[in-house]
């Protein structure tokens, strides 16, 4: 299998550390929806990243669902997911507000980087950052108040160590520390660990993806 995308991307990220962490053989190739969009439309015509490219040559898109798949399909049972119906559903909850942070983070850096500063609008951006402080205020409450639902290695942890890093890499002004102090201690501590360093958030620095 490839995984084809950016590790800037926080959805690609997501997906190559919990490969890792799963023990998934794959192969990543850092192709930019940019500054090699020609390539990766040859990829894939849609050039959404992540994408994954399966044994038979059909590609996926979504980070969510290749990671449901390749657990359904390549890890022999084993899962990142809690097996607890109630610890399920928190970690739900949690990986829903990382994601969510991450597509308000994406849309504010989209209309900063990407479009005229004459055409931004100012009323879509402060309820775009209302929402993406609300994300992180729920995220910071999952981590505070569970703790050892964050201990090890899961796709709630994963997801919301990589969404932190990519908000803090892009609009830490936005988000300051002093607003998630127990995220950002477990955000660093994930990034020490052998399966966050392994795939750094390296790239052009502009993101795109799901």
């Not at 849609?46 to 590609?59: F, I, N, Q, S, Y």
Request: proline share 6%; aromatic share 10%.
């Amino acid at each position: 299998m490839r995984l084809i995308g950016m590790l800037d991307s926080p959805y690609v990220r997501r997906v190559a550390i919990a490969f890792e962490c799963l023990g998934v053989a794959f192969e990543h190739e850092a192709v930019s929806v940019f500054s090699t969009f020609e390539k990766f439309r040859s990829i894939n015509p849609v050039v959404k990243a992540p994408t994954l490219v399966c044994d038979d040559g059909e590609v996926i898109m979504d980070s969510s669902l290749i990671l449901q798949f390749v657990e359904a399909a390549k890890t022999n049972g084993r899962s990142l997911w809690p097996t607890d119906a109630m610890e399920l559903q928190h970690d739900f909850r949690a990986v829903s507000l990382a994601l969510a942070a991450c597509e308000k983070s994406v849309q504010t850096v989209y209309e900063r980087n990407l479009r005229p500063a004459t055409a931004q609008y100012e009323p879509w951006l402060s309820r775009v950052r209302g929402q993406l402080l609300s994300a992180y205020a729920g995220l910071e409450g999952e981590v505070a108040n569970r703790p050892r639902a964050f201990a090890g290695l899961s796709h709630a942890g994963i997801t919301a160590a990589v969404a932190w890093q990519f908000t803090q890499s892009e609009l830490a002004s936005v988000v300051p520390v002093a607003l998630c102090p127990a995220l950002s201690a477990f955000s660093e501590r994930m990034e020490r660990l052998p399966q966050f360093s392994k795939y750094p958030p390296a790239g052009p620095g502009v993101q795109v993806g799901g």
